[in-house]
Each structure stands twice: as C-alpha cells, then as structure tokens.
C-alpha cells in the first residue's frame, strides 16, 4: 500500500487561473481531508469528504471546492488563483467505518505556486 | 477563539539532553490533543494522542486541562529526534473528527 497519494508533487499556475488537485486516500480509508499549509505555518483545515459529500469546512472563501469519487479518491479545485494561495496543499485520509478518525494518514502534498 | 499555540519556532539541544516542546491551547470544550511529526523528506505522521496516553519512541505528553497546556517530553534526546513537530487539536464531535487546528510547528535540533 502506498499509503495516500497526491498528484501533481509541484505546480505553478498564474493569478486568475484554475487549478485541480487530486488525492488517493490509503487503502480501506473512506474520509478524506484537505489542509493548505503557507511557508512557515502548521496545516490549515479546508474541508472534510466522506460519502461523496462535503461533511466539515473551514475558514475558506467559496473559491476552494472539492468533490469526493465512488472509489473515496478527492479532488479540491481553486478558483480564480491568487497569489495568497501559494502553499503546500495536504491531504489525509482517516475512516469513519472503522471508528478510527484520529489517526489521519497525510500524503506528501503538492505544491503550488501562483505568479 | 479556538487555537493552538507553539510559542518556540526553534528548539536545539543536544544528545541526551531532555526535551519539552511546548504547546497551549484554547478550546471551549473537551479538547483532543495530538502531536505530528515531520521527519526530513517525509510525510507529516502522527506521533502519538492524549487518549492514547502512551509513550512513542520515548515521548510523552500530559494534557493538562487546569493549564490548557499540553507539552512533549522525552528525557533523553536522541539525533534522529531531530524534526518538526506540531501539536493539534481536534474540534470535532461524535462522528466528526479529523478536523484539526495545528501549531505553527516547532523544530526540534538535536546535536552530536
């Protein structure tokens, strides 16, 4: 098991454009989260995946969205990028089923970086 | 205002020293604390829970609610202790955890 994925590792994307990230949580996990983390910060919590519904958000603006698949893979989107957004974007699985949802497995992110 | 505080950015001391990382917290609640580590060129982990109440690689950390406070010690520091550590708080209920506020993270030095 290669533990929770993230794709791409890096990203530069310019200010007003989009951006997709994508995150394959650990195998027999079914609760992703997102988290951004800005040089030099702790982790800051975006919002939360389970069933294919958004179940928890954080303090972000309605640019950030996400969406959860069938397989429990997740994608966040970015709108309209601004140059705030530049960080290193995380994202962990846990499992609700397994009523373990404190140990939140994270991958090694992607970096993004907004000119 | 729910919040976690790690007032060091930076921790150096040397093997076999004693460590204490030090993190607060304010929640209105019944906090559930957690300390991650992040190891050179790995992935953020968890390193260990108050609920839990045991020892990882020589760690432990006592969550005292009188002092909203709940620091990480291990008597004697090892190099390869040598990472980032952030203390986390989960605000979550029932079924809603995995929610966490973090620290900024402290860098822990352990030299030679």
């Known amino acids: 098991d290669a533990g929770v994925t993230q794709s791409p590792t890096h990203l530069i994307k310019t200010r007003g454009q989009q951006v997709t990230l994508r995150c394959s949580p650990k195998?027999?996990?079914?609760?992703v989260s997102w988290y951004q983390q800005a040089l030099g910060q702790g982790p800051q919590f975006i919002f939360q995946?389970?069933?294919?519904?958004?179940?928890q958000r954080g303090n972000f603006p309605d640019r950030f969205s996400g969406h959860q698949f069938p397989n429990y893979s997740s994608e966040l989107n970015v709108n309209a990028l601004l140059l705030g957004d530049s960080a290193l974007y995380l994202c962990?699985?846990?499992?609700?089923?397994?009523?373990?949802?404190?140990?939140?497995?994270f991958g090694p992110g992607t970096r993004l970086t907004v000119t | 205002a729910q919040r976690v505080t790690q007032p060091e950015k930076l921790l150096s001391v040397f093997k076999g020293a004693p460590v204490e990382l030090k993190c607060n917290y304010s929640?209105?609640?019944?906090?559930?604390l957690f300390w991650y580590v992040q190891y050179s060129r790995q992935r953020l982990q968890l390193l260990l829970r108050?609920?839990s109440r045991e020892s990882i690689k020589g760690f432990t950390a006592d969550l005292n609610k009188g002092e909203t406070s709940f620091h990480l010690k291990k008597p004697f520091a090892q190099e390869e202790d040598s990472a980032m550590y952030y203390c986390?708080?989960?605000?979550?209920?029932?079924?809603?955890?995995?929610?966490?506020?973090f620290g900024k993270g402290t860098k822990l030095s352990v030299k030679p």
């Open positions: 962990a699985s846990s499992s609700i089923l397994a009523g373990d949802m404190y140990e939140q497995y």
């Open positions: 108050h609920i």
């Open positions: 929640y209105s609640g019944s906090p559930e």
């Open positions: 195998s027999g996990h079914d609760t």
């Open positions: 986390a708080l989960s605000r979550g209920y029932g079924g809603s955890q995995g929610n966490l506020i």
């Open positions: 995946y389970y069933e294919e519904e958004e179940r």
